[in-house]
């Protein structure tokens, strides 16, 4: 699976969009990209996942650039309850096991 | 839907005694994990487990952890003896089979702490 890099922190106001960064320069053709989040004490959630299109579900969206190099996850609005740590991950088969990184920390301050 | 559930949710024990964790994963849910995280880190795969049968297991420290899922249900997870670096949250998740992708949902996790 190809591996990712992401910040290791960044801070954005409340109600304001949140922009998440994620390089995966070595993806292939068939490797999705995935977010989950972890919020303190409890385990990671899934948040969205796409290929090559722009995705948008009810917590985010997913935008993936055009040679699939790298990808941003945004959240729109986001709120004190989206402080958590952020992880991106590539991998190719739709089973199977999910490969974390250290992931970034979103705080989100009043 | 309930979700996956883990217990116990803290443990303390002293390095090289014994220690054994249980999941209860979504009904209906035939892949199971377990993972590792230990602190500031994120999570490792130990275990991956379809239905009653091992699918990877190429991360578990085999010398002193062992998993079972008898029956295809429920799992535990034991480790024997314990060591000082075993401290971290042991995390279980469950997974729908399905033809195309499936999340994976996560349990609250099982601190444990190794003195």
């Known amino acids: 699976d190809a591996k990712t890099t992401q910040p290791t922190s960044m801070d954005c106001a409340e109600g304001r969009a949140a922009n998440l960064p994620c390089n995966h320069s070595?993806?292939?053709?068939?490797?999705?990209v995935y977010w989950y989040r972890q919020i303190h004490s409890q385990g990671p959630q899934y948040i969205i996942h796409?290929?090559?299109n722009n995705e948008t579900n009810e917590m985010a969206s997913l935008i993936i650039t055009e040679d699939r190099k790298s990808s941003t996850l945004i959240l729109p609005h986001a709120t004190l309850r989206d402080t958590a740590v952020y992880y991106c991950?590539?991998?190719?088969?739709?089973?199977?096991?999910?490969?974390f990184g250290k992931g970034i920390t979103l705080s989100v301050r009043p | 839907e309930a979700g996956v559930a883990q217990s116990p949710r803290y443990k303390i024990i002293e390095k090289r005694q014994s220690v054994a964790f249980w999941c209860n994963p979504i009904?209906?849910?035939?892949?199971l994990y377990w993972y590792q995280q230990i602190l500031g880190q994120g999570p490792k795969l130990l275990i991956q487990?379809?239905?009653?049968?091992?699918?990877?297991d190429s991360q578990l420290p085999k010398d002193r952890f062992s998993a079972e899922r008898l029956k295809g249900v429920d799992s535990t997870l034991k480790i024997q003896p314990a060591k000082l670096e075993d401290s971290a949250v042991y995390l279980c998740?469950?997974?729908?089979?399905?033809?195309?992708?499936?999340?994976?949902?996560f349990g609250q996790g099982t601190r444990l702490t190794v003195v």
């Open positions: 998740a469950s997974r729908a089979p399905g033809q195309g992708y499936t999340e994976a949902f």
């Open positions: 070595t993806i292939s053709g068939n490797e999705y």
């Open positions: 796409g290929l090559k």
């Open positions: 991950i590539v991998r190719g088969q739709p089973v199977g096991k999910l490969t």
């Open positions: 009904s209906g849910h035939a892949t």
């Open positions: 487990f379809q239905n009653n049968g091992v699918v990877d």
